[in-house]
């Protein structure tokens, strides 16, 4: 039903910056909170940001200070702006978002988009 894809992925260098936009294809008023989630080869996925409906965000301590997390309800759509990336920041990016009234599942992933963070 409610599809998530994500886009604005690349190869950037240490201290560069990079935006993450996560569109989705139904209401963005279907969920209570949206994220993005990474993927290191070789680790679990892990939260990088979060926010609400109504605004609250939340931080990694490893990405706090460096990225902001955005929500245009106008657009359905969701960004991730990153800056001073680091090589640590190198993985796949998902968007995530909880549905407010749960369907099949309790929430919904997009297919990733991959950051690479050269040094």
């Known amino acids: 039903q409610v599809q998530l894809v994500e886009s604005g992925g690349g190869l950037v260098q240490a201290g560069g910056s990079l935006r993450l936009s996560c569109a989705v294809s139904?209401?963005?008023?279907?969920?209570?909170?949206m994220g993005w989630y990474r993927q290191a080869p070789g680790k679990q996925r892990e939260l990088v940001a979060a926010?609400?409906?109504?605004?609250?965000?939340k931080y990694a301590d490893s990405v706090e200070g460096r990225f902001t997390i955005s929500r245009d309800n106008a657009k359905n759509a969701v960004y991730l702006q990153m800056n001073t990336l680091k090589p640590e920041d190198t993985g796949v990016y998902y968007c995530?978002?909880?549905?407010?009234?749960?369907?099949?599942?309790?929430?919904?992933w997009g297919q990733g988009t991959l950051v690479t963070v050269s040094s």
């Open positions: 139904g209401s963005i008023f279907s969920f209570h909170a």
């Open positions: 995530n978002g909880k549905f407010v009234v749960p369907d099949r599942y309790p929430e919904v």
């Open positions: 926010i609400t409906s109504g605004g609250i965000t």
